[in-house]
Nanobody, 120 residues
Framework: QVQLVESGGGLVQAGGSLRLSCEASGNIFTINVMGWYRQAPGKQRELVATMTSARSTNYADSVKGRFTISRDNAKNSVYLQMNSLKPEDTAVYYC??????????????WGRGTQVTVSS
């Protein structure tokens, strides 16, 4: 199993910033992809941003230019710097990690989520 622990969520005023962190632990050989997804009540989960081990990124159009994803491979961690936050960014943000266990089998793990609330 791979455990993901998220932190950094909270309440912020529109236009403000938050930085989310996620650390993966377990018998990990390598993490190929780490990223963030979000889900607002009554809406489907959507991709926010992902990054591969080769630093290839994928952002939702709605966050491009405002959010920045980064990784620290040595710490098996991923971060999401969120600037110019808007009320529509309000959601539960989930960390996702995919890669290989030490025995080279695949894992696809999710964190329990962290609440981000942006007030207007």
């Amino acid at each position: 199993q791979v455990q993901l622990v998220e932190s950094g969520g909270g309440l912020v005023q529109a236009g403000g910033s938050l930085r989310l962190s996620c650390e993966a632990s377990g018998n990990i050989f390598t993490i190929n992809v780490m990223g963030w997804y979000r889900q607002a009540p009554g809406k489907q989960r959507e991709l926010v941003a992902t990054m591969t081990s080769a630093r290839s990124t994928n952002y939702a159009d709605s966050v491009k230019g405002r959010f920045t994803i980064s990784r620290d491979n040595a710490k098996n961690s991923v971060y999401l710097q969120m600037n110019s936050l808007k009320p529509e960014d309000t959601a539960v943000y989930y960390c996702n990690s995919r890669g290989l266990y030490s025995d080279f089998s695949l894992f696809d793990s999710w964190g329990r989520g962290t609440q981000v609330t942006v007030s207007s």
